[in-house]
């Protein structure tokens, strides 16, 4: 690494770090572990490029610190799933930012990840279904292997509405990316989940419909959703060993 990129390295490393803490005495486990992988990383590349043999020293000791601690994270969290206790609870602030879908689901998006199941009544309207999109389009852009993609959702039965046509597309866009988008409806659904099948379950009061309208559209956040403000709403996080088929 060269010297002169040394200090925003080490800046990064401390920022990720600083927010595994503060998810850590929150217990947002799960999110907490994924930040002290990346600072972990950072810092071991910070190691490699040192020469002051004091500062090496430094660097060890914090990298072994930080490595018990993700790895006492990394067993309790495999207990609690093991016994199925599992839960992790976010509560979103009015106007809060920073909850785009990346840094929402991101933690819990695995190599093992295939099929997905979304299960949201209020997936109608045209911001509604950009929403949906964006999710879709954020499994494309994580490590993951997502081959199939369930919907269930309300049917619009106002005809000359979009929700039909807009569904269809996304269906035939996926299918180029090789990823089954399967769409079923249903007049009595009422809850908002999403299941992965690598045991995750998140359940989230507003379902994918929790941004607020932008000001403008050329407003901040218009278009980089952690920059959006959010409406007030709790998410759930839950693990099961055997995620439901429906």
């Given at each position: 690494m060269a010297q002169d990129l040394l200090p925003g390295v080490e800046s990064s490393a401390v920022s990720v770090l600083k927010r595994a803490v503060q998810l850590d005495n929150c217990s947002r486990f799960q999110e907490a572990l994924v930040c002290y992988q990346e600072g972990i990383q950072l810092l071991l590349d910070v190691l490699k490029a040192v020469k002051d043999e004091a500062k090496k020293m430094?660097?060890?000791?914090?990298?072994?610190?930080?490595?018990?601690?993700?790895?006492?994270?990394?067993?309790?969290?495999?207990?609690?799933?093991?016994?199925?206790?599992?839960?992790?609870?976010?509560?979103?602030?009015?106007?809060?930012?920073?909850?785009?879908?990346?840094?929402?689901?991101?933690?819990?998006?695995?190599?093992?990840?295939?099929?997905?199941?979304?299960?949201?009544?209020?997936?109608?309207?045209?911001?509604?279904?950009?929403?949906?999109?964006?999710?879709?389009?954020?499994?494309?852009?994580?490590?993951?292997?997502?081959?199939?993609?369930?919907?269930?959702?309300?049917?619009?039965?106002?005809?000359?509405?979009?929700?039909?046509?807009?569904?269809?597309?996304?269906?035939?866009?996926?299918?180029?990316?090789?990823?089954?988008?399967?769409?079923?409806?249903?007049?009595?659904?009422?809850?908002?989940e999403i299941r992965f099948n690598n045991g995750w379950i998140i359940k989230i009061g507003r379902g994918l419909d929790y941004f607020k309208k932008p000001k403008g559209r050329f407003s901040v956040g218009y278009c980089d959703y952690d920059l959006r403000e959010c409406h007030e709403t709790t998410v759930d996080i839950f693990h099961t060993k055997h995620t439901k088929k429906t």
């Open positions: 430094h660097y060890r000791e914090k990298i072994k610190g930080y490595m018990e601690r993700a790895e006492q994270i990394k067993e309790h969290t495999t207990k609690l799933k093991e016994e199925g206790k599992y839960h992790e609870q976010i509560k979103i602030a009015d106007s809060s930012t920073g909850y785009s879908y990346e840094s929402l689901f991101k933690p819990y998006i695995t190599d093992g990840l295939t099929e997905v199941w979304v299960e949201d009544p209020y997936v109608r309207h045209v911001h509604q279904l950009y929403n949906f999109l964006r999710f879709c389009e954020m499994l494309l852009k994580c490590p993951s292997t997502v081959k199939t993609i369930h919907l269930l959702t309300s049917q619009d039965e106002d005809s000359s509405t979009q929700q039909s046509s807009a569904l269809a597309e996304m269906k035939q866009s996926l299918l180029s990316k090789d990823i089954c988008l399967d769409i079923q409806y249903s007049s009595t659904i009422h809850d908002r």
